[in-house]
């Protein structure tokens, strides 16, 4: 079973967007230049339905479930259309309120996500909105995810390029050191491993069982150092809490991403689809 751990709610402007805004921004960027290349090489399809082109996508790139990650309260309720158009391939995860709300009981909220709509996890965005993610509000959903026995993905590192939020800032995972293991049960994804925070994310996969890491954005922000990371993490911890992730602003990129696996020399078979998917299965109880 292959798993797509980290990807967002695509908008049907997004593929255009980004080929036509790109290049005011981001011409020159190693990174964008080679986007360009490999959208160009991939088949898709004409559709104003995002949820139908995102899963001939998926289609393409072998990926049988994907893990829909909402960065606001709004989406939480739009992960939901999602889910209804593809029940067996979409799985909803939540994210909980971020903003200290005196009228509202995030306690409550948060429970009422999980057992009565079925959200399947949480999704922490506290690093957008100046916390660090040792945040008070951050302890209820790790709470929630200890009883229910439910993951936490945690924005750890770098925002997406061009952001010009001061993201990073707040991003340091080191901070999950002071509760990872009051929490033994809370499984916690720390996103793009961390990057540039990518030898403390090791780290802390090294010292707690329930720390893992997601690659997502990694293999087509910087393919090559990923390959180190991947690597580096491997003879540390070896590959079972390692995560595909996408993380892309368009469909496309789910399949850029998997691709990328198609040159990897470094990895067993067996461990490559254990990062694409088996590891995931196992922390979403499939
Ligand atoms: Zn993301």
């Avoid at 990926?63 to 799985?91: G, H, S, T």
């Avoid at 893992?212 to 991947?230: F, G």
Wanted: proline fraction near 6%; include cysteine; charged fraction near 25%.
């Amino acid at each position: 079973m292959r798993i797509d751990f980290h990807c967002h709610l695509f908008q049907p402007i997004d593929t255009r967007r980004m080929v036509e805004v790109g290049p005011m921004i981001f011409k020159g960027y190693g990174f964008y230049e080679r986007m360009v290349k490999k959208f160009s090489e991939i088949q898709s399809i004409e559709t104003k339905n995002i949820m139908e082109k995102t899963i001939f996508h998926l289609n393409s790139a072998n990926i049988d479930k994907v893990v829909l990650l909402p960065v606001n309260m709004k989406e939480n309720q739009e992960v939901k259309k999602w889910v209804e158009f593809a029940p067996d391939i979409f799985i909803p995860f939540y994210n909980p309120p971020e903003k200290s709300d005196a009228d509202v009981n995030v306690k409550e909220e948060i429970e009422k996500a999980i057992v009565e709509e079925n959200y399947k996890g949480f999704k922490i965005m506290l690093t957008f909105r100046k916390k660090r993610l040792n945040d008070q509000l951050i302890f209820p959903v790790l709470e929630a995810a200890q009883k229910y026995k439910i993951p936490i993905v945690m924005h750890c590192g770098y925002p997406p390029p061009g952001t010009r939020k001061n993201v990073l800032t707040y991003s340091n995972p080191i901070v999950i050191d002071e509760y990872a293991s009051s929490f033994p049960k809370a499984n916690i994804i720390i996103t793009h491993m961390g990057y540039p925070f990518t030898d403390i994310a090791i780290a802390l996969a090294a010292q707690y069982p329930n720390i893992h890491l997601d690659i997502s954005n990694l293999a087509y922000m910087m393919p090559s150092r990923l390959k180190e990371l991947l690597i580096k993490a491997n003879e540390v911890i070896g590959v079972n809490k390692i995560l595909f992730g996408s993380d892309g602003n368009t469909p496309e990129m789910i399949e850029i991403a998997v691709n990328y696996f198609d040159d990897v020399d470094f990895l067993t078979d067996e461990e490559i689809e254990k990062i694409l998917g088996l590891n995931a299965a196992k922390l979403l109880n499939l």
